[in-house]
């Protein structure tokens, strides 16, 4: 019974502490609110996100803004055509003494900001998927673990693909969300310019500790999930799946390729704290169609046709909800 109690005391503070790191964040951040939802809740989950939206709607502001609400250790790393994994992940140097020694590359940090990695080789983008799934880095044939919490949040610019290397879709699924950001409206982009031409600097406090995610990533694994929310979960990726027993016609007609069971596993976990920062402590079906697109619209693959009748995934995914 304390145990209990213990876990609704904490889910009360999880929900608290999600409305102050907003208000911080929007000191910096003008607009965004969803992407904001979304990237707090890939953490709290414990997932990595990908942000795609065209230069100067403040990608990595937002994100640098975020790790030092959170404060967490951040890098970034720029990735370019002749970035190398060893600069990602670091390498072997031979020191004063003749002996091997490991250099930590900007990998071994809490968050990681990838920016435009859709310009580097797959070679390079492949160095992340290691730390990605299993948290750690293999090189030189010894294993390091990653310090705790570890987060990957990639950015990626929609417009330009020439000098591109679109992402594998192995390394697209291990991505939590992918947010599509929109331009800021008329009023956003009016408080955007006073503020940013002004010369007055925000600092921003630290509102969740290291120990805060951890606690709250144990948290959001033990919310209970009533049985008609997973078959609703399970389902709905089924349904994805073109020419299976479960498949819907949009998909049959669409389709190439469905979501696979990594989709059904996020689902869960981003309605479950979905439901934690609304104050609710078992998620419903609602939480799930909030949370949706975010987490299929880079599983699945249209096929020429949907292309060519301007079936975009946003549509696909809202006829099969």
């Known amino acids: 019974m304390a145990e209990i109690d213990n876990e609704v005391e904490v889910a009360k503070e999880l929900s608290a502490a999600y409305d102050k790191l907003e208000k911080e964040i929007s000191k910096v951040v003008v607009g965004q609110k969803e992407t904001v939802k979304l ?106 673990v990653l310090d705790k919490p570890f987060f990957v949040l990639a950015t990626q610019n929609p417009i330009e693909q020439e000098g591109t290397y679109p992402l594998p879709e192995a390394q697209l699924d291990r991505f939590m969300f992918m947010i599509k950001l929109e331009y800021p409206s008329l009023e956003e982009e009016l408080n955007i310019v006073k503020q940013t031409t002004s010369g007055d600097t925000t600092e921003i406090g630290e509102i969740i500790s290291k120990e805060d995610i951890l606690k709250y990533q144990a948290l959001v694994k033990k919310v209970p999930v009533p049985d008609n929310v997973f078959e609703y979960i399970v389902k709905l990726v089924h349904k994805t799946r073109p020419f ?73 995914i809202e006829s099969l909800l």
């Open 244 to 316: 299976t027993q479960h498949a819907a016609e949009t998909s049959n007609e669409y389709l190439e390729w469905g979501a696979g069971p990594r989709a059904s596993q996020f689902l869960v976990l981003a309605a479950k704290c979905n439901a934690l920062l609304k104050g609710k402590f078992s998620p419903d079906i609602e939480d799930v169609k909030e949370v949706a697109k975010p987490i299929l619209r880079h599983r699945i693959v249209r096929n020429f046709k949907a292309e060519a009748e301007g079936k975009t995934e946003e549509l696909l």
């Open 39 to 144: 990237l707090i809740t890939s953490i709290f989950c414990g997932g990595h996100a990908l942000l795609v939206g065209v230069p100067g709607l403040a990608k990595t502001l937002l994100v640098h803004t975020m790790t030092n609400a959170l404060g967490l250790q951040f890098n970034r790393i720029q990735f370019t055509p002749d970035l190398m994994p060893s600069d990602v992940l670091g390498a072997e140097t031979l020191d004063q003494e003749r002996n091997f020694r490991f250099i930590k590359g900007p990998i071994f940090a809490n968050v990681i900001l990838a920016d435009e990695i859709n310009r580097t080789p797959p070679k390079t983008q492949s160095a992340l998927l290691e730390a990605m799934q299993e948290g750690a880095v293999t090189t030189g044939g010894k294993n390091y």
